[in-house]
């Protein structure tokens, strides 16, 4: 269950985009452990807000903290390696590699491979690859996909591609997970073993922080929900509350 720590804590972020205000003052604390739930309608702002947290876009307002650490003036590197994984709303996976090869992407992460004992071919940079080809072992079996390893990336189905991302993300061994809508494109019987994997995830201590369209798939599983209107936070709090509130129901849930 959520401790009462807060790993990432969002102050008074803001972006805009020339005239148009992505993110407006956005104030968000989640808990170490909990599933945080983010919904809204399109163009609410919930992409950006990921973008905002793994630093890929630099807020024009406000602070990002890890664990209670400004991560601001981070680069997306080093904020990845700080602890924060991420899935994308587009897949991006390495198409014409194998699964094994796109998740060991995550896991080099992690083992960190001293660049340059692989590039002389020394021992230790072999010990490195193994250490990083069992990490990446680990993340496909623990999201229940060990036999995709050898297949490449572009063939598989939708489904099995957006778990893959999430192998790979695992495989950076992450404080915090970043899914932007990973039941896009599923199928219902994918979507409850979407639901079965991140609630797994959330077992082993991780933090996962959910962009979701599928509102059933995010009220059955989270413990805490913000939704997002037009760059703003309409509502929060337990799910059972956000969705009685009557500008969510207005907003986002009547439509
Ligand atoms: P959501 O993920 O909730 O659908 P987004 O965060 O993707 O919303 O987008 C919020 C708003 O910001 C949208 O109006 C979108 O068009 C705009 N936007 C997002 N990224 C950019 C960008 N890089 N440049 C210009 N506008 C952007
Ligand atoms: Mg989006």
């Not at 970043?178 to 639901?195: H, I, S, V």
């Not at 059972?240 to 129901?249: A, L, S």
Request: net charge positive.
């Amino acid at each position: 269950s959520p401790g009462t720590e807060f790993v990432l804590e969002c102050r008074d972020v803001g972006k805009r985009f020339g005239g148009l205000v992505a993110v407006r003052g956005v104030d968000v604390s989640i808990r170490k452990g909990e599933i945080f739930a983010i919904i809204g309608p399109n163009g609410a702002g919930k992409s950006t807000l990921f973008n905002l947290i793994s630093g890929t876009v630099k807020p024009d307002s406000g602070t990002v903290a890890l664990a209670g650490n400004s991560i601001n003036a981070l680069r997306p590197h080093a904020i990845a390696k700080a602890g924060i994984a991420r899935t994308f709303q587009l897949i991006r996976l390495f198409s014409a590699v194998t699964v094994l090869e796109n998740v060991l992407v995550g896991a080099d992460l992690r083992i960190a491979v001293n660049p340059v004992l692989t590039a002389l071919g020394l021992p230790g940079a072999r010990r490195a690859d193994m250490q990083a080809i069992a990490v990446a072992d680990a993340a496909l079996s623990f999201c229940g996909i060990a036999h995709l390893a050898p297949l490449l990336a572009g063939s598989l189905s939708y489904g099995d591609q957006r778990r893959v991302e999430i192998a790979r993300a695992l495989a950076a061994a992450p404080k915090v997970l970043l899914l932007d809508e990973p039941a896009a494109g599923m199928n219902p019987t994918e979507r409850k073993m979407l639901g079965e994997l991140v609630r797994k995830i959330r077992v082993t201590g991780v933090t996962v922080v959910i962009v979701e369209h599928d509102v059933n798939l995010v009220m059955g599983i989270a413990d805490a929900v913000l939704v997002l209107e037009r760059g703003a936070v309409i509502a929060y709090g337990k799910p059972e509350t956000v969705q009685r509130d009557r500008r969510v129901i207005e907003a986002y849930l009547g439509r």
